[in-house]
Every structure is written in C-alpha cells, then in structure tokens.
C-alpha cells in the first residue's frame, strides 16, 4: 500500500531522513496485520494479551512510570506571531522549536520500525472528514489508533494525488520527561510529539489534531470543533433531540455521554443513543440548524470509577477489543481491575507500575497505593457500546437542539440554568469553572477557570476563540439553546445533594422541555432557571425543598466569582471581545440589583 501524492511522500521521506528507521510499514487498516502487530508487541512485552475467553482480544499496556497523563506545560502552539497563540497556551517560535526537536528527533528511529498510518477523523469522504498521516515508532500507537481513528487504503483514497493532510510525527525516543514535547504548529497542519508514550501525549488524532488543530482549522473555515459529548434522548414517541455537552475532565462526561435512562423513565421507553464522549465537530446545516459528528471512531475513557453503577455501558464496551493501559492485571484469572471497578482487588495481582500489589494495603486518601494509576485507561471500540447511536456513522452528523456546558462546583452554579441569548450563552461558556482532577498532570482540587471544557485544547489565542463563538452565533439561523449544569453541589458536610448518574437525565428532559417552549422558567440575574416542581423528582429520595436548594443562586459567591472571572478574563488579554465585558458587567450589575 502507498500513494501518488506527492506532498505525502516528500514529507515521509523527509521524516525518515531525520529518525533513520531501519525499516517503514504503510498501516492498511487491515486485521490480518493488526493481528500480526499484536503479536509482536506480546512478544516484547509491549502488550499483554489477557484471557481470551473472558476478554476476547483485549490487551494490558504499561506506560513508562514518568508518562501517565497529557502534560500541559509540554504542550506548545507554535505560531509565527506569540500573540496567535495567546497568554494561556505556551508558545515557541516554529523555526526554534523545529530547529530543537530536530536534534531530538535525530536517529531517534535507528533500529525501528517506523509506522505510517493513514487516518480519518470523521467518516472517510464526508463533507465533515479531514485527514491525518502519523508517523510513530510504536506499535501500541498504531493499535490504539485503529480503533480511535478510520484507518486504511480508503483514506489515501479519498486524499487523492494533491489533497492536504494534518502531519504528525511522533518517536518514542528516550521517554525523558526533561525533552517531552507535544507541539502544534497550526499554521503548517502539522503536529510533533517525542519522548512519551501516553495516549493523550502520542494519539495525534485524539487531542492535538480533533481539537488543538481543528479548532484553528475551524475558526478559519467557518465551523467549530469542541471538546463535548453529543447524546440522543429519545422519547416513547420514537422522537430523538440531540444534545453536546462539554465538562472538564472528571465531571462525568462520559457517564452522561452512555446515561442509563433511571427506572421510572425506561419503564415509560425512554432511551439515550451515544454519538460521542468527547469531541464534536459542528457545521451550519442546510435547513440553518447546527450539525454535530463525532470525528472519533472509539473511546479513550479513564477507568477508575468505572462500574455496573456509574456507566455499565461503558464497562460493557470494555469486554472485548478493547486495550486497556496502566490497570491493575489480576493474575489469578488473567483479567484487569481497578479502583471503584468493583469490592473485590484481587489477592494475586500486579499494579500500574509492573510491582506485585497487595490490596490490603490501599488507603483511598494516598494515591500511591492505588493498583491502578487515576489516570488510567481502556481504549474501545464505539460500535462496541451498547448504547451507539445509530446516526454514529451518518455522514451528515446529528441535529443539535441543546448546547450544555457544565462544571464541579461546591456552591456557586446552581443544578441548571439557561442562557439568555447565544452572545450569553458564549459569555456562560467562557467563565466556566471546575476542580482539577488526575487528568492532567498536576495538583487536584483547585478550582481553575476552564471555558468551554478547551482551556487545555484551543490550537489559538483564547480571546479569539470566544469572538469565534460570538460570530457563528450570528451564522447559525436557528441556534441551539445554551445551558449550565452542575451536578456536584455539595451540602455543609460537603455530600453531594442530586443523585446525579442516570438521574441526570431529569435535568436533560427539563433543558428539552425548554428548547421546546414546554414549561415556563423563572428569570434570575444568571438566567433562567426551572420551576423547582418541573424538575421530576418521582421515585427520588428528595423534597421539593431540596430541589429549591439546589437551584438557589447565591448572589454572595457569585459576586465573589466575578473578580475571580476578571482576573481570568485579564490573564487570557487584550484579544478577550468587548462583548464578553459587556456580558461580565451586565451580571454583575443584576447581582447587585
């Protein structure tokens, strides 16, 4: 397999100058040759293949100890002017940061294999889909690619002779911390990673090109591509609204993006179809409306907390084809486990690091005793998910109703409201906040600003990301309503007040309810917010009283958020559009009132 396109070949050629592989493998996207990669990767403990009657062609994975999240503050966007990137993301000059890798990347190659895969985001061909090439020294790289991209002959097809294509490079190399680098340069369509071999750091389709690159593709070309789930509730009617919805990490998104419908409403036949976990990319459809994909073809999901309770469609997504990285590996059956999976850690175990475990010595509170690493992961196909969505492989995407952002807030947001208008709607994007959690590398629990759940993803300068909100507010001639949820308010002893999971759904049929003119809402200086009896609460162990509680606003911390968002909004710098102040201020102005 190869191609005529020029560029194509000009660059991969250029490339294998640089690393010098002894010898370069075209991916076909074919199972006879992922096969054959798998069993080579057991063969150098790269991979582990786990019980085949119980997991059927399922894999363990062991990242290097030092590599077990994305690391922000060795991701730069490398344009030509500082001010393109912005204050919040890092910036190097390209012609530095070319220059510096080089060197990095020099023989990094020598004596391995050098993979190249051809790779679609979104349905190979259609009006939404743009292509990929990653070069990658890893074998675990090209697997975990083939379930979360659409690899294969059919995409160098569809490049054709003279198509452009989104350029990645990426060596393994020594996996040294101190020369970890995962750099952008939009401007050129073109990424670079070296010396890591976590997925978030080395997947290029997955972060750095479905977001950091698209969102720059986006803004130029009229579309956006956004760090959200997309979900279809369907009522017993056999109707399907469409919702995306964008958390931080550990907000659970991915639970909302697979919700099991609660007791009272499948009885009724309500279900939710799953369109995507994590990104979407949305255009102006034909009849005015916003039009979402998902340009994945699978799931990166953290493991810990996943269970029977919290996502069983998740969980049941992981039994087969599926890889799963830095878990804990049960030996007693050649299984995986992790915390909150299940109450029983195996006797017989090995933990994330490769050590023997021993479970009767984990204490919740210190995370070095944890089997599996916080941040650890299965990577599974979407179309093994009970709950995918049959519009998944629809060229055209799904209809978009209701846009949701949402955050981990102890006391200020209250459990839903609605924007104003799609300019307020941007502005409530833009001052979202939550907790840090294990998902990036750092410290956990401080509440960090984070608009649109893209603080770590936007490919340009944050500013203009918000005026590129604002303006396809003014190209989409019907737009979705924009709301803020959060399902984390906390009571004086800092237990969670909503039930949240599948309950969450309660609030999805009131946000639909609105987007159809169905109920009435009462207008606060943040917005509008339910009627606390249109919350259905049928077979919930809450009062109405609870419910009043949980929509309070709290005019006190609110003000106390708007220096907060000042502050943010000064550290993002001058580029921040006038209509978000305007926005800032006319809040704070009802706050007062």
């Known amino acids: 397999m190869t191609t005529n396109n ?51 062609n399922c894999y363990l994975h062991r990242t290097a100890v030092n590599d077990v999240a994305r690391v922000e503050d060795r991701t730069f966007i490398c344009t030509r002017k500082k001010e393109d990137a912005g204050n919040i993301n890092n910036w190097m000059d390209p012609k530095e940061c070319y220059e510096k890798l080089s060197k990095l990347y020099d023989g990094s190659m020598a004596g391995k294999t050098m993979y190249i895969i051809p790779y679609s985001m979104g349905i190979v061909g259609s009006d939404f889909a743009k292509i990929g090439i990653e070069l990658t020294d890893s074998v675990y790289v090209v697997l975990n690619m083939l379930i979360m991209t659409r690899v294969g002959k059919n995409v160098l097809d569809a490049l054709g002779d003279n198509g452009d294509f989104v350029k990645g490079l990426h060596a393994r190399a020594q996996l040294d911390e101190k020369n970890r680098y995962i750099v952008h340069f ?15 750091n080395v997947l290029l389709g997955k972060k750095c090109f479905a977001l950091r690159i698209a969102s720059y593709l986006g803004r130029k070309e009229g579309w956006m591509a956004e760090h959200m789930l997309i979900l279809g509730l369907e009522s017993p009617d056999g109707n399907i609204k469409y919702i995306c919805a964008a958390f931080p990490s550990a907000c659970g998104k991915t639970n909302l993006a697979m919700l099991i419908p609660p007791e009272i409403y499948a009885k009724k036949g309500y279900k939710v179809w799953c369109v995507g976990d994590d990104i979407a990319w949305l255009r102006v459809g034909s009849d005015g409306r916003l039009w979402a994909v998902n340009p994945e073809n699978g799931f990166f999901g953290v493991a810990p907390g996943t269970n029977e309770k919290s996502n069983p469609n998740a969980l049941h997504t992981t039994k087969k084809n599926t890889i799963f990285t830095n878990v804990v590996h049960n030996l007693d059956n050649n299984t995986v486990w992790w915390e909150g999976l299940d109450k029983n850690p195996p006797a017989n175990a090995i933990d994330w690091k490769g050590n023997k475990w ?48 949402g955050g981990r807030r102890a006391k200020t947001a209250p459990l839903v409201y609605q924007s104003t208008s799609w300019q307020n709607g941007a502005f409530v994007g833009s001052i979202m906040a939550s ?131 000042k502050a943010f909004y000064k550290q993002i710098g001058d580029r921040v559009p006038v209509t978000m102040y305007d926005e800032l201020a006319a809040l704070e102005a009802r706050l007062k009132a």
């Not at 592989?21 to 582990?48: F, Y």
């Not at 070095?368 to 992961?377: F, L, V």
């Open 6 to 56: 020029k560029k194509v070949l000009a660059w991969i050629d250029e490339m294998s100058k640089m690393t010098k592989p002894s010898k370069i493998v075209w991916i076909d996207g074919s199972e006879e040759q992922a096969e054959k990669l798998r069993a080579e990767a057991c063969s150098t403990g790269e991979l582990i293949k786990l019980n085949q009657k119980l997991l059927p």
């Open 186 to 200: 939009p401007e050129d369509n073109t990424i670079w990673s070296i010396n890591s071999g976590y997925g978030g």
């Open 358 to 405: 021993d479970y009767t010595k984990y204490n919740k509170n210190d995370k070095s005793t944890c089997g599996a690493h916080p941040n650890s992961r299965f990577t599974a196909m979407a179309t093994n998910c009970p709950c995918i969505s049959s519009e998944f492989n629809n060229p055209a995407g799904v209809p978009i109703t209701a846009i949701v952002f």
């Open 435 to 565: 907790e840090t959690t294990a998902a990036a590398a750092g410290a956990v629990g401080v509440v960090r600003r984070d608009p649109m759940a893209m603080r770590p993803f936007v490919g340009y300068d944050m500013g203009d990301y918000f005026a590129h909100w604002l303006s396809m507010g003014t190209r989409i001639p019907h737009p979705p309503k924009i709301f803020h949820v959060n399902w984390f308010r906390t009571d004086d002893e800092g237990n969670f007040i909503w039930p949240g999971f599948g309950d969450n759904m309660r609030v999805l049929l009131w946000i639909l309810d609105r987007c159809a003119g169905n109920v009435d809402a009462d207008i606060t200086p943040i917005g509008y917010i339910p009627k606390p009896e249109d919350i259905n609460i049928e077979g919930l162990d809450i009062a109405l009283d609870t419910v009043k509680e949980l929509l309070k606003v709290d005019k006190a911390s609110w003000l106390e958020d708007i220096e907060n968002i």
